[in-house]
């Protein structure tokens, strides 16, 4: 009896590593590729129409960062397993990026075999952590003090990220689908839950907490 395939749904602002990663997945006959995706916006809408069992998510998105796309998308889909693919290995995010519902954590230089033994792991409700990420760091989980940051509404998170990348209050309106008031007033409240009293500010702390990257 033919087992059932593993459909894959690839987030990843870049578009070569996405079609690399589709093409690599698409070879192998466990698996099926059922979408991709380069903003972080649409990452959720299109999880939803299209229904994979794994999501492979880069931390450094466009729109909305992985971290969370992730802690959103896992409330919304329960059977979702997310495989968060990054050039990031500092523990704080591997920690952050479990926290918020992700089940799997791999470096960008993982090669072939490592990034099919991770889909399979975590398609099978596994937890995979690469090679060379300490299994101590799950000690840290929910250990780490209050953090500002997650007092934030979804709401709040997407303004934050889309002014942190540059974009001013009636082109964030304009992606998010807002009124510019409305925006102004989440812009405000966001920034006096962080503390946060200018815009330079604000991008220094979206840089620290990997929320926007300098490319």
Same mark, same amino acid.
């Given at each position: 009896?033919?087992?059932?395939?593993?459909?894959?749904?690839?987030?990843?602002?870049?578009?070569?590593?996405?079609?690399?990663?589709?093409?690599?997945?698409?070879?192998?006959?466990?698996?099926?590729?059922?979408?991709?995706?380069?903003?972080?916006?649409?990452?959720?809408?299109?999880?939803?129409?299209?229904?994979?069992?794994?999501?492979?998510?880069?931390?450094?998105?466009?729109?909305l960062n992985g971290l969370d796309v992730c802690r959103q998308v896992t409330r919304k889909v329960?059977?979702?397993?997310?495989?968060?693919?990054?050039?990031?290995?500092?523990?704080?995010?591997?920690?952050?990026?479990?926290?918020?519902?992700?089940?799997?954590?791999?470096?960008?230089?993982?090669?072939?075999?490592?990034?099919? &033994?991770?889909?399979? /792991?975590?398609?099978? *409700?596994?937890?995979?952590?690469?090679?060379?990420?300490? !299994? +101590?760091? @799950?000690? #840290?989980?929910?250990?780490?003090?209050?953090?500002?940051?997650?007092?934030?509404?979804?709401?709040?998170?997407?303004?934050?990220?889309?002014?942190?990348?540059?974009?001013? &209050?009636?082109?964030? /309106?304009?992606?998010? *689908?807002?009124?510019?008031?409305?925006?102004?007033?989440? !812009? +405000?409240? @966001?920034? #006096?839950k962080l503390d946060i009293h200018d815009r330079t500010a604000l991008v220094k702390y979206a840089?620290?907490?990997?929320?926007?990257?300098?490319?």
């Open positions: 009896m033919a087992t059932e395939e593993i459909k894959v749904f690839l987030a990843d602002d870049h578009t070569v590593v996405r079609q690399a990663l589709a093409e690599m997945i698409a070879r192998e006959p466990d698996f099926a590729v059922v979408g991709q995706c380069g903003e972080g916006l649409q990452v959720i809408p299109q999880v939803l129409e299209t229904k994979p069992d794994v999501l492979i998510l880069d931390i450094a998105m466009p729109g329960k059977s979702l397993a997310v495989l968060v693919l990054s050039m990031y290995d500092d523990e704080e995010f591997i920690a952050r990026a479990l926290e918020n519902g992700a089940c799997g954590y791999l470096m960008k230089e993982a090669d072939h075999d490592q990034l099919l &033994n991770a889909l399979r /792991a975590v398609s099978r *409700g596994e937890l995979y952590l690469a090679q060379g990420i300490s !299994r +101590t760091i @799950l000690q #840290r989980l929910g250990g780490g003090g209050e953090d500002p940051y997650e007092s934030l509404t979804m709401r709040e998170r997407q303004v934050f990220q889309l002014i942190a990348e540059g974009k001013t &209050n009636r082109e964030v /309106a304009k992606a998010l *689908g807002l009124a510019i008031k409305t925006v102004d007033t989440h !812009r +405000t409240r @966001l920034m #006096r840089l620290r907490k990997g929320i926007v990257s300098l490319r």
